[in-house]
Antibody, heavy 117, light 109 residues
Framework: QVQLVESGGGVVQPGRSLRLSCAAS????????MHWVRQAPGKGLEWVAD????????YYADSVKGRFTISRDNSKNTVYLQMNSLRTEDTAVYYC??????????WGQGTLVTVSS | QAVVTQEPSLTVSPGGTVTLTCGSS?????????PYWFQQRPGQAPRTLIS???NKHSWTPARFSGSLLGGKAALTLSGAQPDDEAEYYC?????????FGGGTKLTVL
């Protein structure tokens, strides 16, 4: 079955960087676009970014554009989210999810990022 | 950016029927906005219930259905069970931009 496992979360100071990873199994990873979605504590879901199946196209929410970069390594079945210039409002659980054009079907369990001094 | 609206909270009796709706600030919701519905139980990751207005996944209980109703996307739960108590989110896709609604907290009581 499809499994998506996020990692890389933790506590980081404002202005610093962090890279999240999402390891996929049970699917032909290179055939699917992938998404990152986040959820601030006690808040709703917010779409963050997505990347095409081959990595050639990336799209971002306005709230992270210019600070976050989504990438993938199809040889490792992994998608990444490089987060720079982190702000306290980036504190959230970050989920990766599989794209089924144009939506999402499978979700990971999430990894918590806390931005605090 | 468009705003997607949902009822903040709804209550349904066990065995009862309830309809959650998903509206768009740009006008009527159509199939072209590809409405999706997600369920998130407390402490869990979201899971996708309904894709493209009305398509169910293999894990979607039969008591859930999706449709368009009165210019909005709708998620109808028929025969509510205690296990259905959760937050429900819809999303709409505006020319590739994904926008989530604020969520509906559904209580089964």
């Amino acid at each position: 079955q499809v499994q998506l496992v996020e990692s890389g979360g933790g506590v980081v100071q404002p202005g610093r960087s962090l890279r999240l990873s999402c390891a996929a199994s049970g699917l032909t990873f290179s055939s699917y676009a992938m998404h990152w979605v986040r959820q601030a504590p006690g808040k709703g879901l917010e779409w963050v970014a997505d990347i095409s199946y081959d990595g050639s196209d990336q799209y971002y929410a306005d709230s992270v554009k210019g600070r976050f970069t989504i990438s993938r390594d199809n040889s490792k079945n992994t998608v990444y989210l490089q987060m720079n210039s982190l702000r306290t409002e980036d504190t959230a659980v970050y989920y990766c999810a599989r794209d089924v054009n144009p939506g999402i079907d499978y979700w990971g369990q999430g990894t918590l990022v806390t931005v605090s001094s | 950016q468009a705003v997607v609206t949902q009822e903040p909270s709804l209550t349904v009796s066990p065995g009862g029927t309830v309809t959650l709706t998903c509206g768009s600030s740009t006008g009527a919701v159509t199939t072209g906005l590809y409405p999706y519905w997600f369920q998130q139980r407390p402490g869990q990751a979201p899971r996708t219930l309904i894709s493209d207005t009305s398509n169910k996944h293999s894990w979607t209980p039969a008591r859930f259905s999706g449709s368009l109703l009165g210019g909005k996307a709708a998620l109808t739960l028929s025969g509510a069970q205690p296990d259905d108590e959760a937050e429900y989110y819809c999303w709409l896709i505006y020319s590739g931009v994904r926008v989530f609604g604020g969520g509906t907290k559904l209580t089964v009581l």
